[in-house]
């Protein structure tokens, strides 16, 4: 057993529910400015998935997989007791709505994947395997921006005050020196098994059928362009939204990005 930490705002009675999925390495915190812009119209809840931010890590480092994750928010939907809800799932974490939004009679409602989709490239993952668990230990909070802010350049053009949010909820002190706040060993199972050929999971993706937005930065190298235009035309039919001079995530901090999901989420 283990225990996952969520982050909720709104009304906790608010029958609407919205849960949003962080990426590989995140956490919770990183929806915060687009949890508070729809805590008057959901009720949201952003898990930190095990391994990650204040939850439980995994003694079995190759049990830090999707299925793993899934298996918990269904855990997670089950005791909050949401009989439908929408979902915003940045990289992993759209993976793991798409898997839900997949099942039959699925409690998802609406399906927000931010920059991933059925087709995942063997060399962004590759790419992404020869960083993740590897940062080292930082002297100072200002030297973990600093490495932050060059490992997530991809994000886009961020102010000094959200390179520094997303800093402060990313590491944690020990004693006298500061650690990225996620387990190292979730890049073990990255490693251990060097992806040779693109994941493709097309079957899981045509089976959704809820309405789906697709946010891909237009330099993303782990969803590639053919691959976006291609889920428009199959599965949900995704509405594709590129977001220009972002890379690997867009990360839904600034007005823009956030009005485009908040307008997807609340039309009628």
């Not at 949010?165 to 890049?187: F, N």
Request: glycine share 8%; hydrophobic share 45%.
């Amino acid at each position: 057993m283990h225990r996952m930490s969520c982050v909720e705002w709104g009304d906790a009675d608010n029958p609407r529910v919205l849960i949003c999925a962080h990426g590989l390495t995140r956490n919770a915190r990183d929806f915060d400015a687009l949890a508070q812009a729809l805590s008057s119209h959901y009720r949201v809840i952003c898990p930190d998935v095990v391994g990650r931010g204040h939850s439980d890590w995994l003694y079995n480092k190759f049990d830090y997989v999707v299925p793993q994750y899934a298996a918990d928010m269904l855990m997670l939907l089950r005791q909050i007791g949401a009989k439908q809800v929408d979902w915003v799932g940045t990289s992993m974490g759209g993976l793991i709505g798409m898997g839900l939004a997949a099942q039959p009679a699925s409690v998802i409602r609406k399906l927000v994947l931010n920059d991933v989709g059925p087709l995942i490239t063997a060399s962004s993952v590759n790419r992404i395997g020869e960083y993740v668990g590897r940062a080292p230990d930082f002297p100072s909070p200002a030297a973990a921006e600093a490495y932050i802010r060059a490992a997530g350049a991809e994000f886009g053009d961020l102010s000094d005050a959200q390179w520094r949010q997303l800093t402060e909820h990313s590491i944690k002190q020990e004693g006298a020196v500061w650690k990225m706040r996620y387990d190292p060993g979730i890049g073990d199972a990255l490693r251990a098994a060097p992806l040779l050929a693109d994941i493709d999971i097309w079957p899981i993706y045509d089976a959704v059928r809820c309405p789906t937005l697709l946010i891909r930065g237009a330099l993303s190298d782990l969803l590639r362009r053919d691959t976006a235009e291609e889920m428009t035309r199959r599965g949900p039919h995704a509405e594709l939204v590129e977001i220009p001079q972002v890379g690997h995530a867009p990360v839904l901090m600034d007005a823009g990005q956030i009005a485009i999901v908040r307008d997807f989420l609340l039309r009628a």
